[in-house]
């Protein structure tokens, strides 16, 4: 199967066509789609548009919160002039499983919501005809599968999930669809990796082909002027002088492979923007181009009023635009990869991520949280499918994100159960086999919630930095009892210390909700006083102490959550509104965060 990821362009060998827009689709609670031939197209569903998540469009209860099998359809021209290309169609993402069919057949199937597929057509379509493409999608939640949850069955016989997470469970095709015409030759993956010296860089690359075609690689800089050329599928590009993608001040080189012996008419071209930087971890520092940073800003969701978690390039300008008037200079894309458009205006505006996966909710004191089991995640049937699927997963975002010099480090995990014994094979397995996946042999972590201390948590030594997730002066010592919460974040942080910490601490979440435009002097929780307060509290503490070396304020905006009495409407620990306008403690940070300088 065609294992391809590389993002679609468009140039003389190539072409991407885009097949967003209202496609026909259906919900399937009596599972007979295919009963009915739903495979083969249909136009008695409901026009629904995409890339967006079903759920918001729908003004019943039972259709937003729909559990199960649900179908989209929609036809598409392939012209004449295809014929002879390789013809895929790739989805950016569907949550969170499809079967995809073209004119009647199974193409494809694939697991996991948060990440691109291709779908190989060329057998399957009509040159010079309409055709028609059908996704079969399923949104259920299992152990089984990331993230994690169950899906349960109500006494009315309605299927509802219970995410084991902390965000909705907005599901469809959230990200664009593309019709891709590709030469039969091509380019399927590539790799760089860099070694600075002096002034100058090496730019180290493989490229990866389905063919014996001459590979000929070149790098422009940003004024397009050819700087480097090599020939051969593994070569070196020897840059002088060169720019460095410095954090909030990048820059990126063009990279463009060439597959033939005649670059005047190739058989394949694939261009890309590269940045030339290096990221290592020193003792308690995180180095990017050997020098240390120090991270500021936001664990982030991919949520916005109407279309859910689809990608949205308006709402995601907006959140660049502020994050960088609040001086921020980092996020995480918790709890998930998030469309390749935001890895490329990050690589362009100089912020680094943290790329996770969507390994949430391995612990059921989450899922306690949020309805009441205890028992050990990480020991029970559902582990072995869990485990292949979660590698699956890493091996393919590594393989999606590995160019992007955005991309700071790997989060494996976010707040698994790290204090059961059962994690800890676990974890060595997902570590173990995830070692050699990127060529730039970034850091690998993930987030500790507050269970997991230096005292408490059995896979310290797994991740290359610690990510904390902690809340006093909200889930525990909330309100008038803030001054213990304090007094026990630097109880731990003291202990931290003492035990000699070896490696760099971000703390990855921290925060309070809080309903903005709710005011109280003096504060009480829930107030955009009491946030602002809360967050002081822990610049304070960040100020402290030395092996702290980011602050990742849980959440940049607030954002849409299963429903319950833990919140309302949604997580409101927004620096922003959901519709992203200021909240207090936005002004707090943007004066804490510009000036606080990039070594703090
Ligand atoms: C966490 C989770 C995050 C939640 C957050 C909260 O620890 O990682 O998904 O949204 O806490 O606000 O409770």
């Not at 306690?368 to 029970?380: D, T």
């Not at 997963?393 to 160019?403: A, G, V």
């Amino acid at each position: 199967m065609e294992t391809s990821l590389l993002y679609p362009v468009t140039n003389d060998q190539r072409t991407d066509q885009k097949l967003d827009g209202l496609w026909q689709f259906k919900f399937d609670e009596a599972g007979e789609g295919e009963k009915s031939g739903w495979e083969t197209g249909f136009h008695d569903g409901v026009s629904m548009p995409v890339p967006a998540s079903f759920n918001d469009f729908f003004t019943d209860k039972a259709s937003r919160e729909y559990t199960g099998d649900f179908w989209y359809s929609r036809n598409f021209f392939v012209p004449s002039a295809a014929k002879g290309k390789a013809l895929f169609l790739r989805f950016d993402a569907v949550t969170h499983r499809a079967t995809i069919f073209v004119n009647g057949k199974e193409i494809r199937t694939h697991e996991g919501g948060f990440l691109p597929f291709a779908a190989d057509i060329s057998e399957a379509v009509k040159y010079g005809a309409e055709n028609t493409v059908v996704v079969k999608g399923n949104n259920e939640l299992s152990r089984e599968a990331l993230p994690a949850g169950d899906t349960i069955t109500l006494r009315n016989g309605k299927k509802m999930v219970r995410p084991f997470f902390d965000f909705y469970n907005y599901s469809g095709l959230n990200r664009s669809v593309h019709l891709l015409s590709l030469p039969q030759e091509r380019v399927l993956d590539y790799t760089t990796t860099f070694a600075l010296a002096g002034n100058d860089a090496t730019v180290n690359y493989t490229v990866e082909t389905n063919g014996d075609a001459p590979v000929t690689v070149s790098l422009a800089d940003a004024d397009g002027q050819v700087v480097a050329t090599a020939q051969g599928k593994q070569g070196a590009l020897q840059v002088q002088n060169a720019h460095l993608w410095q954090v909030r001040n990048a820059y990126l080189y063009t990279l463009t492979i060439q597959l033939g012996d005649d670059t005047q008419t190739p058989l394949d071209t694939y261009t890309d923007r590269i940045g030339i930087r290096t990221i290592k971890i020193s003792g308690t520092d995180i180095l990017v181009n050997d020098k240390p940073i120090y991270l500021k800003g936001f664990g982030r969701h991919e949520d916005s009023p109407f279309a859910g978690r689809a990608f949205d390039l308006n709402v995601e300008k907006k959140d660049f635009a502020l994050m960088k008037w609040i001086g921020a200079n980092s996020f995480r894309t918790s709890h998930y990869p998030y469309d390749e458009q935001v890895y490329k205006i990050a690589d362009e505006e100089g912020f680094l991520l943290t790329d996770e996966v969507p390994a949430v909710g391995f612990k059921m004191a989450a899922a306690a949280f949020l309805g009441g089991l205890n028992q050990s995640f990480f020991k029970g049937p559902w582990l072995k499918k869990l485990h292949e699927r979660h590698i699956d997963q890493i091996r393919d975002l590594i393989k999606r994100d590995k160019n992007h010099p955005s991309v700071l480090a790997w989060s494996l995990f976010n707040e698994p159960d790290t204090i059961d014994e059962n994690a800890v094979p676990y974890f060595k397995q997902i570590f173990d086999e995830s070692k050699d996946l990127d060529p730039q042999g970034r850091p690998r972590t993930f987030t500790l919630s507050e269970d997991d201390t230096i005292e408490t948590s059995k896979v310290l030594d797994f991740p290359d930095f610690y990510m904390l997730n902690r809340y006093p002066g909200w889930y525990h010592f909330g309100g008038y009892q803030i001054s213990d919460g304090e007094a026990g974040l630097r109880d731990e942080m003291d202990k931290w210390q003492k035990a000699g910490v070896k490696k760099p601490v971000v703390f990855t979440e921290f925060g309070a909700d809080t309903e903005a435009g709710l005011h109280k002097l003096p504060s009480v929780m829930w107030t955009e006083e009491y946030q602002v307060e809360v967050l002081k509290m822990f610049s304070r503490v960040f100020d402290d102490y030395d092996f702290i070396k980011g602050e990742q304020v849980w959440n940049l905006a607030d954002f849409q959550t299963v429903e319950g009495n833990m919140r309302v409407n949604g997580n409101k620990k927004g620096i922003f509104t959901r519709d992203r306008q200021p909240k207090a403690a936005a002004f707090f940070y943007h004066d804490r965060w510009n000036k606080l300088p990039l070594d703090y």
